[in-house]
């Protein structure tokens, strides 16, 4: 057998079919992916070579290349084995060469296989061959007892083995023999796992009679088929938890004929047939139902973690969009009980001008001191906007704050801001980095006080799995995890840009082209020789190579500087061609240009550059401070308090989506407790995906259906209401 050798060529014309995209630009994409060329910069600079595909499509892309390659280098380390095994089959290889999926090539090999001794494999040792031909051409039960007899008589026995002694032993050997070699057939196993996906059936009880939240799956039975993926996930973490038991049950008249097709015993009547029948229970039994029960869950598995990933990505990214409050002053306040409430008091630019504790709830005594100090610096530093923790000691925290400002008549909005990783933020050496002088449970609060100032700058800070708008995060692929959303973070601060002269190291390392070394040295240039001047600067920065320009110099902007195309997304490498974009057709910055597109056209031929890089050069010239994140619904500022006793059914208000998962949204109300949305009411029609309705930050007008004070649980409604508020 031959292995296989595949060039980008080969791929690119299967993926262009798969993606339903032109193989040229298929081919394009591979090649610059394959010289180090990151996926924003080949998204933003290299539009004509890959046909304008956007962010997304060169991710997806770039995965299921991924996968091929996986899937033909495991194709031929099977043929490179079984060339070692002097296997010479010309129709199984053109099987393996011909499988689509890791499951097909792992069936074909698995009689080749290397594995223990087997029943299987002893009943082959022992020369059971020949009574089982005459099993398998049906012969009758005195031709088969004969056989047997025959077969006792010149058994050999295997080392550490016992000989056989009756017919009862030869037949058990025969049946070993038949199972085994039926558990290892991949056109059985193919088929019967179709027949697990189409009439399989999952059961689940519970191993408790402990109250959990998985109650409703005590006792829980629904086909394979119609098994969403979010209560997969849930029937997963039951089972892994100790909390569920899980069975998969498929009927025998689903199963079983395919097998006696396999064994040459369907349709068939007499001894041999009910013997063969027999065997195929054996092997469905004890060797095919758990491997595939196993297999068929592991795929499923996959496939829903899959989805939760990529639900994950598009809620943390709609998260970091969310944009920046335009406020001069914030005081954060993030709540706690014995051991107080953190405050910091931070400027525009992120800086703190103030921090402290106390203690507003439980003690009586300190009452006075904590609304003094609020108010002392409220009126200090002139407090515009207050933010608001929303986790442990949140709802009394909120009415401290409201009746302090109502008892001295300031109208200071404030908002409910999730903290999810706030605490994880305090503990990083960013945080001491950031706030050396600052005591450690302090730097929450600053935390919290900067997501408004500019979410996207502060939550990059944090590990993503912290952010809180993802589910059943510990139980996927960590590895993949992280590159999924390590990918939906360098977008997003691709997509927005970074000022050069105050990012953050943090920031800076999600830039195209910058790893975390190269961010740093960033900062430290900064720090010694003062605020860069021009990009061209760059190239002054220890470890930033020539590549590394390229790949980063289009997405860092230089406010003010002395070339004013330093401060938008047009490249460096395009300067020249932008310079006489402006010459010839009198373009000015931060002005609506128009160029008619027949010039454009003549423009583009003569110099020798693509129709949608000089798009991009006119947009960029004409709003060079354009922010992406101004199209995303800006925090609801709240002005009254509420809690979960206020709400009455049919209310409606206005919330905030804080995540969106498969079986609905929650949406945060302003109670410190947010509401299920559940997919059944997301809107007047059908919905099949939550997120082609609603995104995590969405603003949205939701409608009370339920309340349980108790179980802290709010069902909303959407449905008969406008989708945005």
């Known amino acids: 057998m031959e292995t296989i050798l595949k060039t980008n060529q080969d791929y690119a014309k299967e993926l262009a079919t798969r993606l339903q995209l032109k193989e040229n630009h298929v081919l394009a994409a591979l090649d610059l992916h394959a010289e180090d060329n990151t996926i924003p910069f080949i998204a933003r600079y290299r539009k004509e070579m890959t046909g304008a595909m956007e962010d997304g499509t060169l991710r997806e892309l770039f995965d299921l290349h991924q996968t091929l390659l996986q899937l033909d280098e495991r194709r031929n380390t099977i043929i490179n084995t079984l060339n070692d095994l002097g ?17 097909e090539l792992e069936d074909l090999y698995r009689p080749y296989k290397p594995k223990k001794q087997t029943r299987a494999d002893i009943a082959e040792l022992r020369g ?71 009439q399989g059936t999952i059961h689940t009880e519970n191993k408790t009679e402990e109250d959990s939240v998985y109650r409703q799956y005590y006792d829980h039975t629904e086909p394979l088929k119609e098994l969403a993926n979010h209560r997969l996930l849930a029937i997963n973490r039951g089972v892994k938890t100790d909390f569920l038991r899980l069975t998969i049950d498929v009927e025998e008249r689903h199963w079983l004929p395919h097998m006696e097709y396999a064994i040459g015993s369907i349709n068939k009547e007499g001894y041999a047939a009910d013997f063969l029948r027999e065997v195929c229970r054996d092997s469905f039994k004890r060797l095919i139902k758990p491997s595939i029960d196993t297999e068929i869950l592991g795929e499923m598995t996959n496939l829903a973690h899959e989805e939760a990933l990529q639900l994950f990505g598009l809620n943390l990214r709609n998260a970091l969009l969310v944009p920046p409050m335009a ?16 405050w910091a008091v931070v400027n525009a630019s992120g800086q703190v001008m103030d921090a402290g504790l106390i203690f507003p709830i439980l003690f009586e005594n300190r009452l006075k001191q904590a609304k003094d100090t609020v108010l002392q610096m409220i009126k200090k530093h002139g407090v515009e906007t207050i933010v608001l923790g929303n986790g442990t000691a949140s709802r009394e925290t909120e009415e401290f704050l409201s009746n302090l400002l109502k008892e001295n008549n300031l109208k200071i909005p404030y908002l409910i801001v999730d903290e999810s990783g706030a605490s994880v933020y305090s503990a990083s050496p960013i945080s001491k980095e950031e706030l ?33 708008v993802g589910q059943y995060q510990h139980d996927m692929n960590q590895k993949r995890l992280d590159t999924i959303l390590g990918g939906v973070t360098e977008g997003v601060v691709n997509q927005v840009g970074v000022s050069l002269n105050t990012a953050s190291p943090s920031l800076l390392r999600y830039v195209s082209g910058i790893n975390k070394t190269v ?23 220890k470890q930033l190579g020539d590549k590394a320009f390229t790949q980063s110099a289009g997405f860092l902007r230089i406010d003010h500087a002395k070339n004013p195309l330093d401060n938008t997304f047009v490249h460096p490498e395009s300067y020249d061609v932008a310079e006489k974009l402006i010459k010839e057709f009198g373009l000015s910055f931060n002005q609506k240009n128009k160029v008619k597109k027949s010039d454009l056209e003549k423009f583009s031929k003569e110099n020798e550059v693509g129709m949608e890089t000089l798009i991009d050069i006119v947009d960029a010239i004409s709003m060079p401070e354009r922010d992406i994140r101004d199209d995303f619904p800006a925090p609801v500022l709240i002005t009254e308090v509420k809690s979960m006793e206020d709400l009455k059914k049919d209310q409606v208000l206005t919330g905030v989506v804080r995540n969106v998962t498969a079986f609905g949204a929650f949406v945060d109300i ?12 997301l809107a007047d029609r059908f919905v099949k995906d939550p997120t082609t309705v609603v995104s995590v930050g969405d603003v949205v007008k939701v409608r009370i259906l339920d309340v349980d004070v108790d179980k802290h649980r709010i069902s909303l409604s959407m449905k008969g209401l406008k989708r945005r508020a």
Request: glycine residues 4%; neutral net charge.
């Open 519 to 541: 961010a740093n040295n960033i900062v430290a240039y900064r720090n010694e020789h003062g605020a860069f001047t021009s990009r061209k600067e760059l190239k002054k920065v």
């Open 87 to 103: 296997v010479d089959d010309k129709e199984l290889e053109q099987k393996i060469l011909a499988a689509q999926k890791m499951t």
């Open 327 to 342: 406020t001069n002053m914030v005081l954060a306040l993030d709540p706690g009980y014995r051991n107080g409430c953190k």
């Open 436 to 468: 050396p002088e600052l005591e450690l449970n302090l730097r929450s609060a600053v935390s919290l006080a900067r997501r408004i100032l500019d979410p996207l700058a502060e939550l990059v800070k944090i590990d993503p799995k912290s952010i809180g």
């Open 670 to 681: 302003g109670v410190h407790q947010d509401g299920l949305v559940h997919i059944s009411q």
């Open 128 to 198: 059971v061959k020949p009574l089982v031909d005459v099993i398998q051409s049906l012969g009758s039960q005195e031709e088969i007892e004969k056989a047997a007899q025959e077969f006792l008589k010149n058994q050999e026995v295997p080392e550490k083995q016992k000989p056989l002694e009756t017919v009862d032993d030869a037949m058990a050997a025969a049946n070993d023999y038949l199972a085994g070699k039926l558990s290892d057939d991949p056109n059985v196993r193919k088929a019967l796992r179709r027949q697990w996906l189409a």
